[in-house]
């Protein structure tokens, strides 16, 4: 039987895709934002593509502030395109 791959919605394309094709990005509960590149950190999580486009797109739009509800710092979005480069 195949093993079923897992979904999930990039916030920026509205694509769904392989969870091994996004970043997830997560608000804990002391809203610190962390890159969570293992995919099971606890908190409030949003996904984007693999995709430098998507990236500067999330930074200029602030999607992801709207999506966790706190401020994303530049620092993140920094290294979110340097993961992908």
């Known amino acids: ?5 897992p979904m999930r919605s ?3 394309t509205k694509e769904k895709l392989p969870k091994k094709e996004l970043i997830r990005i997560v608000k804990d509960k002391e809203n610190n934002i962390i890159i969570d590149e293992t995919g ?5 999580g949003a996904y984007l593509k693999k995709d430098i486009e998507v990236i500067k797109k999330a930074n200029k739009n602030k999607i992801l502030d709207k999506v966790l509800g706190v401020e994303i710092p530049n620092n993140i979005y920094e290294e979110l395109e340097n993961m992908i480069k």
Not at 1 to 5: D, Q, R, W, Y
Not at 40 to 44: C, V
């Open 1 to 5: 039987m195949n093993k079923k791959i």
């Open 10 to 12: 990039c916030v920026i």
């Open 40 to 44: 099971k950190a606890n908190g409030r």
